[in-house]
């Protein structure tokens, strides 16, 4: 019993380690396919008090807000901006990378 | 079949036969998005010779949008009409696709006309289906514009493709191929190549329409804004 607690609390600090080092929301977007159209997704993203950053790849569907620092944003709130400028959110999570690494990656 | 084609990458072949589907449908140059996201105006114009055209709307929500309209068209008698109308815009369905969007509008104005013979009341409701992914794009378009006297029913079909892809804080350059019938005007067939411009903050489109015929070549531009 001892041994169960002592494993649950190592992992929820782990997990709450993880959840702390994210710093962006990625996610894959049904249906963003042109710069003029979406400009509702960066511009709402981008007002959220959160918002460190805002990254948009229209050829690979991705969208990356960055967050501020011991800021948090609920995945479903993300979703829901999303939904209201008119797409879909295929996947969404957390990451432990910035908008700007993020954005060099994918120009590789 | 049809969702294998939608799915399908927008090759040069395949560009090929959906603008030439595209065309063999019965049949106004619009972009993809007749409104903007929620909490956002668009205006958008449309400037030819004998046409010319200006929209505003608000949109509270993304799928409704309110608006006016004002239109001036000069017809092939050489008599001149204006219609200025409040206008609402939904959008009846949108279809989200990993590598593309669809759809399926319906516009409708409501206001008066003012003409060199009669005025009254005029109405322009018309449905669009579009398509479009990051390298192909096609539309479709019914149109009615009424009024005592007068009669500017439109059809219209576009297909055009990008240069290439871009990324999103760039200007993306396209061509597009216009084909549209406009009752009482002239010529009441209008073939139209564009080369359009779209970047995040604008979208400019600059044709020529009927290019190849002298008498009927006319410039034309369209414009959009969205904030």
Known sequence: ?108 | MWKYLLAFPATPGFIAIAALASFSIVPQAQAAALMGFADSTMVMGEFGPDYQEMMANYSATVGQAYGVEFMRMRDKNDRTSTISALSYTNLLKRWNFKGGQANFWFTGGIGESHGDDQSGLAYTPSVQFDYETTRLYLLGKLRMVRAPGMNFDSASVQAGFSFYETGFDQTQPWFVLEARTMSNMSPAFQVTPALRFINKNYFMEVGMTNPFTPEDRMPRVNLMFVF
Request: glycine share 4%; hydrophobic share 50%.
């Open chain 1, 1 to 108: 019993m001892k041994k169960t607690i002592v494993i649950s609390l190592f992992s929820l600090f782990l997990f709450s380690n993880a959840a702390m080092a994210a710093s962006s929301i990625k996610a894959e977007v049904n249906g963003m396919v042109c710069a003029f159209c979406a400009k509702g997704i960066e511009k709402k993203l981008r007002s959220l008090p959160a918002a460190q950053d805002v990254f948009i790849d229209l050829k690979q569907h991705i969208v990356v807000l960055e967050l501020k620092d011991g800021q948090s944003v609920p995945i479903e709130q993300f979703k829901q901006i999303i939904k209201e400028a008119g797409y879909d959110v295929a996947e969404a999570k957390l990451v432990d990378q910035s908008a700007a690494s993020l954005r060099t990656e994918m120009a590789k």
